[in-house]
Each structure stands twice: as C-alpha cells, then as structure tokens.
C-alpha cells in the first residue's frame, strides 16, 4: 500500500518535471506562410509537362498516363505535325481529382509528364484546379535534362529517318543478305 | 473614491478583471500547452496573438444559439448562466487585497465550498435537459464526481480554519503573516489542490467532459454563447480555486513590502493556474470510479487524519495538558 502510493506519487511528479522540461526545448512548428517548410526534390506535388532539349513537346499522346491514373483526371487527345510527331491536341489535369500517386510519372515513357515539389494549389473556383496544356507544360526539362525521345527511339520523323536516332544501327537491307 | 472593501469601484474593478482575465486563460492555455508540446500556439491574432480571445469571442457571439427541439428547454437555458453566476459569486468573498474585495464576510469558506456545490448543478442540469445520451452520460459522470471530491474537499479546509480560528478568509489570510499556512498545513493543501482539480472540472479530472470518450460530455447540445458560458465558465472555476489556494495557504497578498499586495496575489495566482495548465498538459485521466474509489478509500480518510492531528497540535498548543 504505502509502496504503491510512494512510486504513484513519484511516476506524477517525474511526469510533471518531463513535460515541464519540454518548455525548454526547440519548437517544432514551420511558420508555414511565413517560413517555406523544406521540401525534397522527389516530393510528389502539382504536375508538369516538360520539354526535350530543344524545346519540343516531350509529351507524345500515349495516354499511358491517363490509363494508369487511378482517378480518371487525365484526359488527352493524340495528333500529328506534318512531320510526322506525335503530340497532344489537348491535355487536360483536373487537381481537384487528383490525387499526386505519380502513376502517371512512371507510366510515362518519354519522361514527359513529372511531379514537383510545388503543393500550393489552392482556388477559389472550382473549374480552377482543371488545368489545360499550356497551364502544364514548363520550358525547361525537368529532372532529366538530356533525355530526347525522337533522337532515341527509332520512329522516322521529320528530319530523322529509319536508323539515324542514337545508338541505332542502321536498318538491316534484307536484300544485300543474299548469297 | 477610494480602494474599500465593497465600494462600487472596488466591486466594479474585481468583475471587470476577473472576466477579462479568465477570458485571456484561454489564450494562455493555449500557449502553454503549445509550449510544452513543442509547439506555437495561437501567434495570429494581434501580438504574439493576445487577441485571439477577440477573435473567438466574435465567432461565439455570431454563431447560430441552438436550442435542441427535444431538450427540456427551461433547464436547457438555465443550466450556463448559472455556473457563470456562482462562480463569480464565489469571487465575492475572496480578499485580493488590502481594501479590495467584494464582501468582508465571516462565512467565506463555507459560502465558497456552498456555491462550488451550486455549480454541480449547472452541469447535471446541462447534461440532462440536453436529452443526449453523450450529455447523459456527462452529467451522470458529474454527479457521481461530485459526490467523491465534495467531502473531502470541505474537511480538507478545516485545517486551516481550525488554524486561523476563523470562516472569514480576511483574517485566514491576517493569520498567515507570520507562517503560511503551506507549511502546517502540506497535507490539506495537496488534498484541496487535487478537489480543486476535480470542482473545476479540468484535466486530470475532466471526467464529465472527457472529449476522447463521451464528445464534449455535458455540454455536447451547446453552441454560441451558451457554450460560451461554459467554457469561461470553466476557467472562471479555474481563477477561483487558484486564487483560494493562494488565499488559503500561501497568504494571500502577503509578502514582501517592496512590490504591492495586489501584485503578490497576482503572482502566486498566476502560478497556480500555470500549475493547473501544466496538470493538464502531463497527466492522463482516470475512469471515473478510480476517482471515486481514490476520493473515498484514500484522500477522505486522510482529510480526516489530517483534521485530527491539526486539532491534536492546537490543543497541545494551548497547553492544556494531556
């Protein structure tokens, strides 16, 4: 009994002095408005569209991303340039649907569709967090700086034909193979 | 006009404080807790967010005053204000200062522990007109805590009113110039400080409102001013028992000459209400028989051990041989 109540009475008192002592230690709170919390590169936020080097639309209307996003809120139609590129008619993001899984980032194959570290997206209106391809795509290119689809992959294109992409050889001439 | 015990300005002065003060608890409270949680705190609202209180004053005072169509609307209404009414009663007889203090009255103790039995009435009235069964259980909470502190609370007093010779808390407090009564006294002070816990309602011993368990408990039916009046209501009760703690066993406005005695009062109380803050901030609550089986098995018999060996010590005192 007196055991009990002595080791009760000390438990409360070393509990008081602990969470006293806390008055002394640094606060964790990030000002946030005032104090931009720090961020990491890898950070999944608002979505972009980036660029290849030269300034072309990486985008080429796969709808890879559309089919893997979990929330429906990509929507694209495909077109051509008249050499023969694919790219998006439209593009169209609604943030309101989504849900920064990064899906969409991984099923892309030309790198062009990436998260960033940007989260503050906040609208009055609601039509407002649909954003179209010209809201989407930025200049530059993104976390991967070199990367060109057209120049490595082997589709003929305006300027680029069969076999002259990088590290291709060029097209076997099934004719010259005779004996 | 002059500082008196009862004049306008005196009475007008202490009502004045005491609201505008238990309102600024709130922010307090938040601070602190924010400060010991490694946190902010509310730091919005003018500087280092002091006017948060008016922030949330005008929120309480424009939002919607509901009254539930199926509670019992006289007790509904009736049960805040009353809480208010007899906690600020209560602030009548407690003597700040020299000159300052609402009534000289030689029944202070007994009208104090009198109104803080009213105030139970507020919050079983609350929990049962509200026809909730979160509020039932509340209030059913309520009573059986105050069954359990009430006793112990009251004989925990005797002590000291045994000591100063006196129910008036004037002379309790004259009593005390040459020792205060913490000294005597240690074992009535701890035990009236967990009672005190437990009248005010506050964590450790929020048992009747309990927000993890039972959602605001008694006054889960509550909104807008109504609410209001609970919630200064509660730190109102909180300022009381920490200005009779001070009154009681740590002489009051006493001390040394080279700061005024009003100024002493507010600093020993404002160290009570730290402590209660910090109360809340580290120690978990009970089940509410716990607290009825600690009040009754263990704080009440040692109230009374207490009592007796006071007495004893008295009587020894004056002499009168064995």
């Known amino acids: ?179 | 006009m002059q500082w008196q015990v009862g004049s306008g300005l005196s009475i007008g002065a202490i009502l004045f404080t005491v609201i505008v003060v238990a309102a600024m608890l709130i922010w307090v409270e938040r601070r602190l807790l924010g400060l010991w949680q490694e946190r902010l705190g509310p730091n919005r609202v003018g500087p280092l967010g002091l006017l948060q209180v008016v922030a949330d004053m005008i929120k309480i005072f424009t939002k919607e005053d509901w009254v539930p169509p199926f509670a019992d609307r006289f007790s509904f209404l009736l049960a805040p204000p009353i809480i208010m009414i007899v906690v600020l009663m209560s602030f009548a007889v407690i003597p700040f200062a020299p000159g300052v203090g609402v009534i000289d009255s030689d029944i202070g103790v007994l009208f104090v522990l009198a109104m803080a039995s009213l105030g139970a009435y507020s919050v079983m009235l609350g929990g049962l007109s509200s026809n909730n069964k979160y509020a039932l259980l509340g209030s059913l909470r309520a009573a059986a805590q105050m069954v359990s502190y009430e006793v112990f609370m009251g004989i925990s007093l005797l002590g000291v009113v045994a000591l100063a010779g006196s129910f008036n808390l004037r002379e309790i407090v004259m009593a005390q110039s040459e020792l205060w009564y913490i000294v005597p006294q240690f074992l009535g002070f701890i035990i009236f400080m967990i009672a005190g816990v437990a009248e005010s309602h506050r964590l450790p011993f929020d048992i009747p409102e309990a927000e993890q368990e039972i959602v605001a408990g008694y006054h889960t039916e509550y909104s807008g001013m109504k609410f209001g009046m609970f919630f200064v209501g509660e730190y109102l009760g909180v300022l009381l028992v920490s200005s009779l703690i001070v009154v009681l066993f740590f002489g009051g406005w006493l001390g040394p000459a080279f700061l005024p005695p009003i100024v002493w009062f507010a600093l020993k109380t404002s160290f009570f209400v730290g402590f209660f803050i910090l109360l809340r901030a580290a120690i978990p609550r009970p089940r509410y028989d716990q607290l009825m089986r600690y009040g009754w098995i263990f704080l009440l018999p040692l109230s009374l051990l207490n009592l007796l060996l006071t007495g004893a010590v008295i009587l020894w005192k004056q002499g009168g041989g064995l």
């Open chain 1, 1 to 179: 009994m007196l055991r009990t109540i002595k080791d009760s009475l000390i438990s409360q008192f070393a509990t008081l002095w602990k969470v006293f002592m806390h008055a002394f230690d640094r606060t964790d709170t990030v000002e946030y408005p005032d104090v931009q919390p720090p961020m990491f590169s890898r950070w999944r936020g608002r979505i972009i569209l980036s660029r290849d080097p030269d300034g072309e639309e990486r985008c080429v209307a796969c709808n890879l991303c559309a089919v893997a996003c979990p929330v429906d809120c990509i929507s694209l139609q495909k077109t051509e340039d008249e050499e023969g590129r694919w790219y998006p008619e439209y593009f169209r993001i609604n943030f309101s649907r989504c849900i920064m899984c990064g899906f969409c980032e991984e099923a892309c194959p030309t790198h062009a569709i990436q998260l960033t570290p940007d989260f503050e997206m906040a609208e009055y209106v609601r039509q407002d967090m649909v954003w179209e391809k010209e809201d989407l795509l930025i200049s530059g290119t993104g976390k991967y700086h070199d990367y060109n689809f057209y120049r490595i992959a082997g589709k003929k294109i305006g300027g680029k034909d069969k076999g002259e992409a990088r590290h291709e050889a060029p097209p076997v001439d099934v004719r010259s193979l005779l004996p």
